[in-house]
């Protein structure tokens, strides 16, 4: 495997259920991202990792909990989501924090997130 | 209102044509990346400027980053089916906070 790596590709889920998001980076950096992509709208950066502490947290709702157990691997797990969290999550990685732009952000295909 | 606009938010032409993408705000950036996102895929980076005025070219694809650091443009010559994609603009104000836009969804038929 090379590059950034995510499972499940696709997810259809209920609002009760409880499932989790996984992506795995083999560029050997020491931060990784989760966005969120809707139709239409701006990618939305919901968490920042840099070697594994959480840097960054945009407001994002607590049903939404984030992950990362070590600088390879990051996980998003859901609980009790909405319908309107339909949508492209999308995992990225850098070499460092992209407060650099020197640090090009390598990004997962996504998963395709479907509430009913 | 979204911090960067893109324009046109769909772009669909004949392959060999020319097209120009923009990318606007009101906002000033250190710097700005162009990426390019296919179907089932993430976005890939094409470019990244840094410098108000500079030009940057990759094969058929021109990107200018203008003089105030405020816009951009992607400029494609002789589009090609493979130029289909989701062209996307990102913004790294000196906060280092980045956003990006909504996108320009490109469609390019044989």
């Known amino acids: 495997e090379t590059g950034v790596t995510q499972t499940p590709r696709h997810l259809v889920m209920g609002m009760t259920n409880k499932k989790s998001l996984k992506c795995e980076q083999h560029l050997g950096h020491n931060a990784m991202y989760w966005y969120k992509q809707s139709a239409k709208k701006p990618l939305e950066l919901m968490f920042v990792y840099s070697l594994e502490e959480r840097v960054e947290n945009n407001s994002v709702p607590s049903r939404f909990s984030p992950e990362c157990p070590n600088s390879s691997h990051l996980f998003l797990h859901l609980h009790t989501l909405q319908p309107e969290d339909s949508a492209l999550y999308l995992c990225?990685?850098?070499?460092?924090?992209?407060?650099?732009?020197?640090?090009?952000?390598?990004f997962g295909p996504g998963t395709r997130l479907t509430v009913l | 209102t979204q911090l960067l606009e893109q324009s046109p938010q769909f772009l669909s032409i004949q392959e060999g044509e020319n097209l120009t993408v923009y990318c606007n705000s009101s906002?000033?950036?250190?710097?700005l990346q162009w990426y390019r996102q296919e179907p089932g895929e993430g976005p890939v980076l094409l470019v990244t400027?840094?410098?108000?005025?500079e030009v940057k070219k990759l094969k058929r694809l021109t990107f200018q980053f203008g003089d105030a650091r405020k816009d951009s443009s992607l400029h494609i010559t002789a589009a090609q089916p493979g130029d289909t994609g989701l062209y996307l603009c990102?913004?790294?104000?000196?906060?280092?906070?980045?956003?990006f836009g909504a996108g320009t969804r490109l469609t390019v038929k044989p």
């Open positions: 990102a913004g790294k104000r000196n906060n280092n906070d980045m956003r």
């Open positions: 400027v840094v410098t108000g005025g």
């Open positions: 906002s000033v950036f250190s710097s």
């Open positions: 990225a990685s850098s070499q460092g924090v992209a407060g650099g732009f020197t640090d090009t952000q390598y």
